[in-house]
């Protein structure tokens, strides 16, 4: 992860992407049921939850998106993605502490952090604050379409090197022209235009 210093940046919701307020709000609600599942003694539910939101939420969605912003020109996206990726996975390292203990405490170390060890360090609560809902739900929208288009990529065998043009017909224009770079970027797509009809001669529909 680059993070280029070992300093906590503190989080700036105002300068939050869309992106950044989905995992945020994803990661908010893990700690609500990861709280109570472990309050009813429900381990093998918590351990699950943090499993499911660590490799496909975290580590196969925004740990990709935020690839573009670290490594651009303009600092402030960047360090505002370095300020939330810190925050999102050092405290899911706290929901972890308990069941791996040793690993999550060595890892832990190596992070930006302002405890001299994660064992002292307060549990994580739930925000209100961090509850973005209306946004979690628009960029789930764009999520569904990536997948999509990768599923049908992957039927036709359309290595990732060939870009497509991707026409979206919708009700919510807005949001997927809000969410084009992340098609782009993650559907492998040349161009996303967005519109209420579009022939589909000689395309592929998903």
Known sequence: MNLESDKVLPLEPDKFALEDKWIISKY???VRDVTENLEHFELGMAVQKL??????????????????????DDKTAADTARSVLTYVFTNTLALLHPFMPFITEEIW????????????????????????????AEFEKIMLVIKAIRNRRAEMNVPPSK???????????E???AGAPYIRQLAWGSEVVVGDAFSAEGAVRV
């Open 163 to 173: 870009k497509a043009s991707v026409f979206i017909q919708t009700k919510f224009p």
């Open 175 to 177: 949001t997927f022209l």
């Open 28 to 30: 908010n609600t893990l």
């Open 109 to 136: 170390q190596s992070m930006p952090h302002s405890s001299d060890v994660l064992m002292t360090t307060d549990w994580p609560v739930w925000r209100e604050e961090f509850s973005f809902a209306s946004e979690e």
């Open 51 to 72: 499993y499911d939101f660590i490799w496909d939420v975290f580590c196969d969605w925004y740990i990709e998106i935020c690839k573009t912003r670290l490594n651009g």
